[in-house]
């Protein structure tokens, strides 16, 4: 059974489409997260959120939001992409203590 | 502001230890981690340590803790090419466990 689960894997898609990427998460986490990998590697914080808050990484754009249907799901919606906006996004949950649990990432290809 | 540094290539012959040393700048936090990507693949957490600990081992890694000096450092013995991977330290940031500023990666090569 996959702990956190992102769909889809892949997505290309042409710049000014708005996106959205799935995230699910059956560990019964309170909080969930999604993290930013560039071309580089280099991995950035974008949100955490919880039901009782959202901090959102001052460098994010706006274009970004996250949306929890309920505890077990947080969604990425990203409005008007852009070619920068190509990426790896992974998503994660934490009990709080001890760790992040990842999702296996969705590629992002703007075009 | 948080910052964690890693060299970004690390080199060694299969059988040889891996040591990949990392520097953090919050000295609030409660854990460090190492975290271990494949490539084309998702994070995957090796180990971690508490912050008032010196030393872990499991298996063949091993981790050391100079908080004095705000550096972690991952040992692997007998390292294989299944050991070559990116692996990035972690720290959280304040309260929140699943918080992590994470290093650039270092790239692990492990030549037969």
């Known amino acids: 059974d996959t702990a956190v689960s992102q769909t889809p894997k892949y997505l290309v898609t042409q710049m000014g489409n708005d996106k959205s990427i799935k995230c699910e998460q059956n560990l019964g986490h309170d909080t969930m997260y999604w993290y930013k990998q560039d071309s580089k590697k280099f991995l950035k914080i974008m949100f955490s959120?919880?039901?009782?808050?959202?901090?959102i990484n001052e460098t994010v754009p706006n274009r970004f939001s996250p949306k929890s249907p309920d505890k077990a799901h947080l969604n990425l919606h990203i409005n008007s992409l852009e070619l920068g906006d190509s990426a790896v996004y992974f998503c994660a949950s934490s009990p709080g203590r001890f760790e992040a649990f990842f999702g296996q990432g969705t590629r992002l290809t703007v075009v | 502001g948080e910052d964690v540094e890693q060299s970004l290539f690390l080199s060694v012959r299969e059988g040889d230890s891996s040591v990949i040393n990392c520097t953090y700048t919050d000295s609030s936090s409660t854990y460090l981690y190492w975290y271990k990507q494949e490539p084309g693949a998702g994070l995957q957490l090796l180990t971690y340590?508490?912050?008032?600990?010196d030393m872990k081992q499991d298996q063949r890694l091993t981790v050391l803790l100079n908080k004095k000096d705000k550096h972690l450092s991952l040992r692997i013995a007998d390292t294989q090419t299944g050991d070559s991977a990116i692996y990035f330290c972690?720290?959280?940031?304040?309260?929140?466990?699943?918080?992590?500023?994470f290093g650039k990666g270092t790239k692990l090569s492990v030549k037969p």
């Open positions: 340590i508490f912050s008032n600990m």
């Open positions: 959120y919880n039901n009782k808050e959202l901090i």
């Open positions: 972690a720290e959280s940031m304040g309260g929140s466990q699943g918080n992590l500023i």
